[in-house]
C-alpha cells in the first residue's frame, strides 16, 4: 500500500508560478513510476506528466511549462508549473503506477492521493 499527499496548490495570476508536491509513504518509493494527473469541473481527469527512473513525460498543453521532478531519498515528487494559464486551473493529483512504462491513463495507476487546488486567475 502507498500513501500519497499533494500540498502546494493555490491561488495565482495568470503567468505566475506554483510548486506541487506529493509526499508519498508506504512502500518503497523509488519502485513505482510517480504521476500527475487534474481534473477541472465538469471534466474528465487527464493526464498531466509521469516519472521514472528511465524518463518523463509530458501532455502536449503543458510541455516546457511544467517540470516533474522527484526526490527519492524524501519520498517526494515534485510539480514547477511556470507561465500558468487560466485553463491550467483544475484539481491536481498526484499518483503511483507498480508498471514498468509511463502510463498516461487513470487505468495505468494503483494508487491516488486526495488532490489539491490550482486556480488560476485571468
Known amino acids: 500500500q502507498v500513501q500519497l499527499v499533494e500540498s502546494g496548490g493555490g491561488l495565482v495570476q495568470a503567468g505566475g508560478s506554483l510548486r506541487l508536491s506529493c509526499a508519498a509513504s508506504g512502500r518503497t518509493f523509488t519502485n513505482y513510476v510517480m504521476g500527475w494527473f487534474r481534473q477541472a469541473p465538469g471534466t474528465e481527469r487527464e493526464f498531466v506528466s509521469a516519472?521514472?527512473?528511465?524518463?518523463?513525460a509530458y501532455a502536449d498543453s503543458v510541455k516546457g511549462r511544467f517540470t516533474i521532478s522527484r526526490d527519492n531519498a524524501q519520498n517526494t515528487m515534485y510539480l514547477q508549473m511556470n507561465s500558468l494559464k487560466a485553463e491550467d486551473t483544475a484539481v491536481y493529483y498526484c499518483?503511483?503506477?507498480?508498471?514498468?512504462?509511463?502510463?498516461?491513463?487513470?487505468?495505468?495507476?494503483?494508487?491516488w492521493g486526495q488532490g489539491t487546488q490550482v486556480t488560476v486567475s485571468s
Open positions: 516519472t521514472s527512473w528511465y524518463g518523463t
Open positions: 499518483a503511483a503506477s507498480s508498471f514498468n512504462y509511463l502510463p498516461r491513463n487513470m487505468a495505468g495507476y494503483n494508487y
